[in-house]
């Protein structure tokens, strides 16, 4: 009979961080199109799985000696190689055991209808505008997940005011996917709380003022994760030149919304974006580097 340490188990020995495995409670009053119900109708749990990013790819970025390869290793291969691979596994041997594994992996690109935020890691995002459901009480596809939420429900992270999911043992520095089935599992706890204790280092770090009090600005971010502000070293004199605004985009101090962010997309091209899309992370993920230097300081990291 599959158990749940047989889950957690094979989920270590293909090379997952962490794992948990969360009640579905959590999504009672989901919206239908992020409901794991609409994915698996009769689904029992969802088991969620933690990859932990090396923290010297944040550190040479801090340093400023290498940026590409956190983009390429620590974003890109983690979830379009290692999270896919690592499912159709795990995905495997749920499925070998007579149950239902629905994988979810991130969709970076899409939004589900309605969704006007954006993923700052990519070239740009698309709202599925003009999807209809197919019948009365469904939702319209595609069913997209709400990542944050599912780590609260399994047990191992929790979002911070920097958007970022934050890891009991890893802080920022991790990468997430997902397992909707039906097979009858025993669940953990859920989270009850953020690692988050709103301490403002996230928002004193972005160099583009992406992170207010109210949250992470997803366009903003976008904006500055790829490059238009001064520490960015690949910076070019002629960036911008004769743009009006050009001194206060630099500074951080000019506020973007979509299509301001979009406008100014075409000129933030500073090193090549991988395969699948993936934007170069240029501003060193200054964020998630204060907060990971918060968390270790105070102490609250776990082993
Ligand atoms: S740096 Fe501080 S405020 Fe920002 S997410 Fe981390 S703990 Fe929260
Ligand atoms: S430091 Fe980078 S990733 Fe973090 S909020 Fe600012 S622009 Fe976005």
New binding site residues.
Partial sequence: MLTAEMIKQKAKELGASVCGIGKLDIFENEIPGRDPKMILPNAKCIIGFAFAVPKGLYYTMEQGNQYFTYTSVGVKYIDEEMAEIFLLKLGATIENEGYDACLQKSVPNLRIKGDKETNPEVADTYELIHAEPVAEGKPAPDVIIDFGKAAIACGIGYP???G?V?SPKYG?FVRYCFIITDAPLDTDEAMDE??????????EACPGNA?TDDGLNTWQCAVYYRGAHKSNPFMKEDFLKDHPEREAILNGEKVFDRESAREIYPHLSFLPKTNWGYAPCICGKK?DM??YK??KEKGVLAK
Avoid: V, W
Avoid at 194 to 203: A, H, N, R, T
């Fill in positions: 911070g005011l920097s970022k934050l920022p953020s690692l988050c204790d709103m301490c403002g280092k996230c928002k992170i964020c204060a907060c918060h968390l």
